[in-house]
């Protein structure tokens, strides 16, 4: 089946860093990849959608300066949250999402993001 | 606005017993619906895809209704075991729309 690799799975920084996670589709393309945090007993809130080639698409809220998306290929996407503070800390999963439009989402196991 | 309801308090069940969740949305017209499963500190994973035209669909123990009426879904677990313990959570979605919402998602505890 489709797999959805994210990485890290875990990373602690300091406030005012930025961190980068990953996430690659390792054996189909994902035209759209799709960013989400969930806090603990939340549902997932989807944060942005990203198409290969252009710009993210961010809900709103969220705000674009502060969680970039990169979405350079067909098989990886990047969020990186830059001077990142402690309410940033939370559970960031990544999916991808195939070709047809009711493809089922492939979700990555996702980032626990801890900010010190 | 939209919102999609899912009880939030866990369902504990015997084992062996049939585990029944429910799905409301409000302010939708889903062309389908999509569940899935999720274990603590993991991704979701996908379970059944069930379309606006179809009442009922399966897959092994699980069961899935659309009642675009009422504007509910309801999840059913037959035969429950142990390892059927997770969050499951609802999505529905629109054609020709990739953007996915979840509700916040049934835990289903089943009891040895």
């Known amino acids: 089946g489709a797999v959805v690799s994210q990485h890290p799975s875990r990373v602690i920084c300091k406030s005012g860093t930025s961190v980068k996670i990953e996430c690659r589709s390792l054996?189909?393309?994902?035209?759209?990849m799709f960013w989400y945090r969930q806090f603990p007993k939340q549902s997932l809130m989807l944060m942005a959608t990203?198409?290969?080639?252009?710009?993210?698409?961010?809900e709103q809220g969220v705000e674009k300066d502060k969680f970039l998306i990169n979405h350079a290929s067909l098989t990886l996407s990047t969020l990186t949250v830059t001077s990142a503070h402690p309410e940033d800390s939370s559970f960031y999963i990544c999916?991808?999402?195939?070709?047809?439009?009711?493809?089922?989402?492939?979700f990555g196991n996702g980032t626990r993001l801890t900010v010190t | 606005s939209q919102k999609i309801e899912q009880n939030s308090e866990a369902l504990n069940i015997q084992e062996g017993k049939t585990a029944t969740l429910t799905c409301n949305y409000t302010?939708?017209?889903?062309?389908?619906l999509q569940w899935y499963r999720q274990d603590p500190g993991r991704g979701p994973v996908f379970l059944l895809l069930?379309?606006?035209?179809?009442k009922e669909k399966r897959k092994e123990r699980l069961k899935v209704t659309f009642d675009t009426t009422l504007k509910q879904s309801l999840f059913h677990i037959t035969a429950s075991q142990p390892a059927d313990s997770a969050t499951y959570l609802c999505?529905?979605?629109?054609?020709?729309?990739?953007?996915?919402?979840f509700g916040k998602g049934n835990q289903v505890v089943v009891i040895p």
């Open positions: 999916s991808a999402s195939g070709v047809r439009g009711n493809s089922p989402l492939h």
């Open positions: 054996d189909f393309q994902a035209t759209t």
């Open positions: 990203s198409n290969e080639g252009s710009k993210a698409t961010y």
């Open positions: 302010n939708y017209s889903p062309a389908y």
């Open positions: 069930i379309r606006e035209n179809e």
């Open positions: 999505a529905p979605r629109f054609y020709g729309n990739n953007r996915l919402a």
